[in-house]
């Protein structure tokens, strides 16, 4: 199992080992109240984010920093070909009317333009202010209107009308350019005649305080607040976790490293990995859609080293596993498989950092088994050549995590906002917990409130939200962010992200519930698509759920039924349902009694981006999805508690 050995000998190089270490505060109890970890680099003094490129080909002219997909082949984008391409896109912005911090928003699924335009906005003197390319003309009217953006490039014909629509009554309404269209050579003709001098000056004029861009957050309730990010929150996100994570990964793989990008340029998380790629000159690929059908090939063509996902993409892969098994009759296997990869994970890591034995000759045999049957196909699944992936956005189940890690791929877990350039606290590399979302990134500190909310501050923390003063004081104190989330620091300064302050569930008997481990267990699962457990102010937990179509369509198909078979039928059988409680019942294992979910309810149709019950980063809106099925909601709980029989299945 080659990451077992690549941890093996990158514990052996005690400089890399450690590089983390974290100063703790603990209280009166000994409680950890406070983590905080010395950064890597030191903020710099001068000098902006938009200098990377020129960087990358003055120093390293040949070197191959970016990959772009071009008439089905992975064609390579040299550091000088894509600074030139930044320049002439920069000279086209500025010809086109862009002042020096006038802003553009971007409206695009992740593609190479993407980037090419970000860097030459910031090279134009400009703030880049992206945009959803699901977002609602609504969304655009008051993104545009309160950012104050002045053009905005869009990547089809359709976002094109959208923000035609959202922007029609604006006194002047934005200047709309066209990625499909060819809007980057209409561009670079159109800044021809501009000096290359103008864009080196407009350059030199950015210093680590300048605003880089204007983020709206997607908002689970409200209207989305516009969290203001300068170069250096940039530079301090992007050269800190470079240094902790870079350095490891090229000595333990030996292999030239490479990602393909999926997530939404549209969110921090994305951006940030792409400004640290460029930093560190790691090969970039873009795809443009997380759905695993459209996602899988990609991987297999560009067979990245590592990669950087969402939750989703790791159940899906999982639930992906087990439908091929059971298709060839060997859904027991993968199910075996599954479990032994849990306990495998668990005890290697146990016996890596010297907390257990390892595993024992018999759980050595069944790895070695399905490692031929299973977990090799699930490696197939991420490219072939992936050893590590970080996963951010919502807490990762930590038995999916191990299995994970069985199957050869360690997956380190992060935790960051908006506010916080994307990761604010990272699993260091040396040093994996599954079930938690690790340390501080260098130069950050996490203190726990008196009321258990996480608090943030460092370098990689906003200054404000633009236009929103009073949003602003309600959340930063003293230089600390308070995040809205709940969590805990174990006695190494690891932090346990519990739920969200505003979801918190307080039953009639008085029981405090944070809905979101359940949540994530039940996701983890075949069958579950999207769930949300309520309970709040009700006698117990209940859950409502969704079913995955992917996953149904495969579980009617291995039963020879009907592929219209409609939900109200399926959600009657109960064969299905016996499958469900299943989900249910792994759940339940997380929590007390009194936590657990004692009914369930399937229902009709998905959360999606469309039907306003997810965010565009995937998030539920739980408001939303409370008032969409209130009846649902209201059937769980009528009559009394539920029976014996509800209880013993619970």
Not at 570 to 576: E, G, K, M, S, W
Not at 639 to 644: E, K, Q, S, V
């Given at each position: 199992?080659?990451?077992?050995?690549?941890?093996?000998?990158?514990?052996?190089r005690?400089?890399?080992?450690?590089?983390?270490?974290?100063?703790?505060?603990?209280?009166?109890?000994?409680?950890?109240r406070?983590?905080?970890?010395?950064?890597?680099v030191q903020?710099?003094?001068?000098?902006?984010?938009?200098?990377l490129?020129?960087?990358?080909a003055a120093?390293?002219?040949n070197?191959?920093?970016l990959r772009?997909r071009e008439?089905?082949?992975?064609s390579?984008v040299?550091?000088?070909?894509?600074?030139?391409e930044?320049?002439?896109?920069?000279?086209g912005?500025?010809?086109?009317g862009?002042?020096?911090?006038?802003?553009?928003?971007v409206m695009?699924r992740?593609?190479y333009e993407?980037?090419?335009l970000?860097f030459?906005i910031?090279?134009?003197?400009?703030?880049?202010?992206?945009?959803?390319?699901?977002s609602?003309?609504e969304?655009?009217?008051?993104?545009v209107?309160?950012?104050?953006?002045?053009?905005?490039?869009?990547?089809?014909?359709?976002n094109?009308?959208?923000?035609?629509?959202?922007?029609?009554?604006?006194?002047?309404?934005?200047?709309?350019?066209?990625?499909?269209?060819?809007?980057?050579a209409?561009?670079?003709?159109?800044?021809?005649?501009?000096p290359?001098k103008?864009?080196?000056?407009r350059?030199?004029a950015?210093?680590?305080?300048t605003?880089?861009?204007v983020?709206y957050?997607?908002?689970t309730?409200?209207?989305?607040?516009?969290c203001?990010?300068?170069h250096?929150?940039?530079?301090?996100?992007?050269?800190?976790?470079v240094?902790?994570l870079?350095?490891v990964f090229?000595?333990?793989?030996?292999?030239?490293?490479?990602?393909?990008?999926?997530?939404?340029?549209?969110?921090?998380?994305?951006?940030t990995?792409?400004?640290?790629c460029?930093?560190?000159?790691?090969?970039?690929?873009?795809?443009?859609?997380?759905?695993?059908?459209e996602?899988r090939?990609?991987?297999?063509?560009f067979?990245?080293?590592?990669?950087?996902?969402?939750?989703?993409?790791?159940?899906?892969?999982?639930?992906?596993?087990?439908?091929?098994?059971?298709?060839?009759?060997?859904?027991?296997?993968?199910?075996?498989?599954d479990r032994?990869?849990?306990?495998?994970?668990?005890?290697?890591?146990n016996?890596?950092?010297?907390?257990?034995?390892?595993?024992?000759?018999?759980?050595y045999?069944?790895?070695?088994?399905y490692?031929?049957?299973?977990y090799?196909r699930?490696r197939r699944e991420?490219?072939?050549?992936a050893?590590?992936?970080?996963?951010g956005?919502?807490?990762?189940?930590?038995?999916?995590n191990?299995?994970?890690y069985?199957a050869?791929?360690?997956v380190?877990?992060?935790?960051g906002?908006?506010?916080?350039?994307?990761?604010?606290t990272?699993?260091?590399?040396?040093r994996?917990?599954?079930?938690?979302?690790?340390l501080?990134v260098?130069?950050?500190?996490?203190r726990?409130?008196?009321?258990?909310?996480?608090?943030?501050?460092?370098g990689?923390?906003?200054?404000a939200y633009?236009?929103?003063?009073?949003?602003?004081?309600?959340?930063l104190r003293?230089?600390w962010?308070?995040?809205?989330d709940?969590g805990?620091l174990d006695?190494?300064?690891?932090?346990?992200?519990?739920?969200r302050?505003?979801?918190?569930?307080?039953?009639s008997?008085?029981?405090?519930v944070?809905?979101?481990?359940?949540?994530d267990?039940?996701?983890?699962?075949?069958?579950?698509?999207?769930c949300?457990?309520?309970?709040?102010n009700?006698?117990?937990i209940?859950a409502?759920?969704?079913l995955?179509?992917?996953?149904?369509?495969?579980?009617?198909?291995?039963?020879?039924?009907?592929?219209?078979?409609?939900?109200s039928e399926?959600?009657?059988?109960?064969?299905?349902r016996?499958?469900v409680?299943?989900?249910v019942?792994?759940?339940?294992?997380?929590?007390?009694?009194?936590?657990?979910?004692?009914r369930?309810?399937?229902?009709?149709?998905e959360f999606?981006e469309?039907?306003?019950?997810?965010t565009?980063?995937?998030?539920v809106?739980r408001?939303a999805?409370s008032?969409?099925?209130?009846?649902?909601?209201?059937?769980?709980?009528d009559?009394?508690?539920?029976?014996?029989e509800?209880?013993?299945?619970?």
């Open positions: 199992m080659g990451v077992r050995k690549d941890l093996k000998r990158a514990r052996k005690v400089g890399l080992a450690s590089r983390t270490e974290v100063e703790l505060t603990r209280d009166s109890t000994g409680t950890v406070e983590a905080r970890t010395p950064r890597l903020d710099p003094t001068t000098g902006s984010t938009a200098d490129p020129f960087t990358n120093e390293a002219p070197a191959v920093v772009r008439h089905g082949t992975w390579p040299t550091a000088e070909s894509f600074a030139a930044v320049t002439a896109t920069a000279k912005l500025i010809a086109d862009l002042e020096p911090g006038g802003r553009v928003a695009s992740t593609r993407w980037t090419v970000d030459a910031w090279a134009a003197g400009g703030q880049t202010v992206p945009v959803y390319a699901t609602s003309a969304q655009v009217d008051w993104i209107r309160d950012s104050g953006a002045r053009v905005v490039i869009v990547e089809t014909a359709e094109a009308d959208t923000v035609a629509t959202g922007t029609a009554r604006h006194p002047e309404p934005p200047r709309v350019r066209q990625l499909d269209a060819h809007a980057l209409e561009l670079a003709a159109l800044g021809r005649d501009i290359d103008e864009v080196t000056e350059r030199a950015l210093t680590p305080g605003t880089a861009t983020c957050t997607s908002g309730t409200g209207r989305p607040k516009g203001v990010l300068t250096a929150n940039l530079h301090a996100e992007a050269a800190n976790t240094e902790l870079h350095p090229e000595e333990v793989t030996g292999q030239t490293a490479s990602t393909l990008l999926f997530l939404p340029l549209a969110h921090i998380m994305g951006r990995l792409q400004i640290a460029l930093m560190a000159r790691i090969e970039v690929g873009h795809c443009p859609s997380i759905k695993p059908d996602l090939p990609a991987l297999r063509e067979r990245p080293t590592f990669l950087v996902g969402v939750p989703y993409l790791f159940e899906k892969i999982h639930h992906t596993g087990r439908a091929t098994a059971e298709k060839i009759g060997r859904a027991a296997s993968f199910d075996r498989a032994v990869g849990v306990r495998f994970g668990e005890a290697y890591l016996k890596f950092l010297g907390t257990g034995k390892g595993p024992g000759p018999g759980l045999a069944a790895w070695a088994l490692d031929l049957l299973v090799r699930i991420l490219g072939g050549r050893r590590y992936a970080i996963s956005g919502s807490p990762l189940d930590r038995d999916l191990l299995f994970f069985a050869g791929i360690i380190y877990e992060g935790y906002l908006t506010e916080t350039t994307a990761a604010a990272i699993v260091p590399p040396l994996p917990r599954p079930g938690t979302v690790g501080p260098p130069g950050t500190a996490v726990i409130a008196d009321d258990g909310e996480v608090l943030i501050k460092g990689v923390v906003f200054g633009w236009n929103n003063p009073a949003a602003t004081d309600a959340v003293d230089d962010f308070a995040t809205g709940l805990s006695g190494d300064g690891y932090l346990t992200i519990t739920g302050k505003k979801d918190l569930l307080i039953t008997g008085g029981k405090n944070s809905p979101a481990v359940l949540e267990r039940l996701r983890s699962r075949p069958l579950v698509g999207q949300v457990v309520v309970g709040d009700r006698p117990y209940a409502l759920i969704t995955d179509p992917e996953s149904v369509a495969h579980w009617l198909a291995v039963r020879r039924l009907p592929a219209d078979t409609p939900l399926l959600a009657a059988d109960p064969r299905i016996a499958d409680q299943k989900a019942d792994h759940a339940n294992e997380a929590v007390s009694r009194a936590e657990s979910v004692r369930f309810t399937l229902v009709a149709g999606t469309d039907n306003g019950l997810l565009p980063s995937l998030k809106r408001h999805v008032a969409a099925y209130a009846g649902e909601i209201a059937a769980l709980y009559g009394a508690a539920p029976g014996a509800q209880e013993r299945r619970a």
